[in-house]
């Protein structure tokens, strides 16, 4: 397999297979790892998931951030997303405005969500992080997502991608 070069904050360079991951490279920044929650590489934010493809400069991204924050604020964004579907799998969730560092969300339905709902969701939330689930970009053809969008009911983001 072929190898990049990988440079760090540090002024050290180390050699890495093709397709290596940030996941597998923290121990190089120093410091505590687990407040790194994704990594610039040649200055574009990645997920610790994807593999690194060419060699690169790389740099951590802490939460404490504020890169970090957008990216936790998205990955709460869709476990909040994956939590409403499990919960109430046919109920849309709908995205209102984004409220200073939050985002406001409803349901549509007739019924305002309940303090019982609430507390369900937020279990559930926390049920789905303490899981670790890694958030992955998928790659799909324009047919595929409208059918995964229609077999989800979620007609208005179907629609949506035919005005893109």
Request: hydrophobic share 40%.
């Amino acid at each position: 397999m072929s190898t990049i070069k990988i440079s760090f904050p540090n002024n050290i360079t180390k050699d890495y297979e093709v397709r290596t991951k940030g996941l597998n490279i923290l121990e190089n920044f120093g410091g505590d790892a687990s407040k790194i929650i994704a990594i610039k590489v040649n200055n574009e934010i990645m997920s610790l998931c994807r593999p690194i493809r060419v060699s690169c400069a790389v740099e951590p991204v802490f939460a404490s951030s504020r890169a970090g924050a957008e990216i936790y604020r998205r990955s709460l964004c869709f476990v909040l997303a994956v939590a409403a579907h499990r919960l109430f799998p046919k109920t849309r969730l709908l995205v209102g405005h984004s409220l200073g560092y939050g985002y406001y969300y409803t349901l549509d339905r007739e019924v305002p969500i309940t303090d019982v709902e609430i507390k369900n969701l937020d279990a559930e939330m926390r049920k789905i992080i303490a899981a670790d689930m890694q958030i992955l970009t998928e790659h799909i053809s324009y047919e595929e997502a409208c059918e995964t969008f229609e077999k989800l009911n979620l007609i208005e983001t179907r629609k949506q991608l035919e005005c893109r």
